[in-house]
Nanobody
């Protein structure tokens, strides 16, 4: 089992920045792809940013490309999501997830472990 705990969400004005953290514990050995997903009220959970075990491969959704950066430190069992130039449409609950795979799956169904989520609210 892997436990994931997100932190760093909050309320920010449009144009501002936030940095989300995801700390992993438990059986963290092995190759895990990590992903950040978000879900707004009434909408499906979508992938935002993904990062491979080595950190050498990343994926960003078109809506956040150029504004968000995902990174990880495997020695610290931590993944971060730096969010800049935030927009009101970025408002959602953000989830961290882990998938024991060398690939970089985009579908939430491919991820086994999930955090509890952290709320990000961007005011206009």
């Amino acid at each position: 089992q892997v436990q994931l705990v997100e932190s760093g969400g909050g309320l920010v004005q449009a144009g501002g920045s936030l940095r989300l953290s995801c700390a992993a514990s438990g059986r963290t050995s092995g190759n895990y792809a990590m992903g950040w997903f978000r879900q707004a009220p009434g909408k499906e959970r979508d992938s935002v940013a993904l990062i491979s075990w080595s950190g050498g491969t990343t994926y960003y959704s078109d809506s956040v490309k150029g504004r968000f950066t995902v990174s990880r430190d495997n020695a610290k069992n931590t993944v971060w999501l730096q969010m800049n130039s935030l927009k009101p449409e970025d408002t959602a609950v953000y989830y961290c997830a882990a998938s024991r795979t060398v690939a970089l799956p985009r579908s939430p169904s491919a991820y086994t472990y999930w955090g509890q989520g952290t709320q990000v609210t961007v005011s206009s």
